[in-house]
């Protein structure tokens, strides 16, 4: 099994930045693609960002130029950095992984949730 522990969710005002971060523990062969979706109220979940282990990387329009989404192999860990954020970026942001824990064991895991709010 694969633990995900997300944090850095929280208040901001509009224009303002945060940082969210995911550690994966357990027992990992090799995690493939890391990334980050979100729900608002009322939508449904939508991709923010991914990134594979080589270091590409896709992101929703609504966020290129705003965020950044990387990665640090050695800590099995994933970063969203959110800056000039708005109202509209507002949701429950959720880790995910995509990852191998045995030699036939592969499967996605997603991380509880953070709470991103962006209010004046």
């Known amino acids: 099994q694969v633990q995900l522990v997300e944090s850095g969710g929280g208040l901001v005002q509009p224009g303002g930045s945060l940082r969210l971060s995911c550690a994966a523990s357990?027992?990992?062969?090799?995690?493939?693609?890391m990334g980050w979706y979100r729900q608002a109220p009322g939508t449904q979940r939508e991709l923010v960002a991914t990134?594979?282990?080589?270091?590409?990387?896709v992101y929703a329009d609504s966020v290129k130029g705003r965020f950044a989404i990387s990665r640090d192999n050695a800590k099995n860990t994933v970063y969203l950095q959110m800056n000039s954020l708005k109202p509209e970026d507002t949701a429950v942001y959720y880790c995910?992984?995509?990852?191998?824990?045995?030699?036939?064991?592969?499967?996605?895991?997603w991380g509880q949730g953070t709470q991103v709010t962006v209010s004046s």
């Open positions: 990134i594979r282990s080589g270091g590409s990387t």
């Open positions: 995910n992984v995509d990852a191998t824990t045995g030699p036939f064991s592969r499967r996605v895991y």
């Open positions: 357990g027992i990992i062969f090799s995690i493939n693609v």
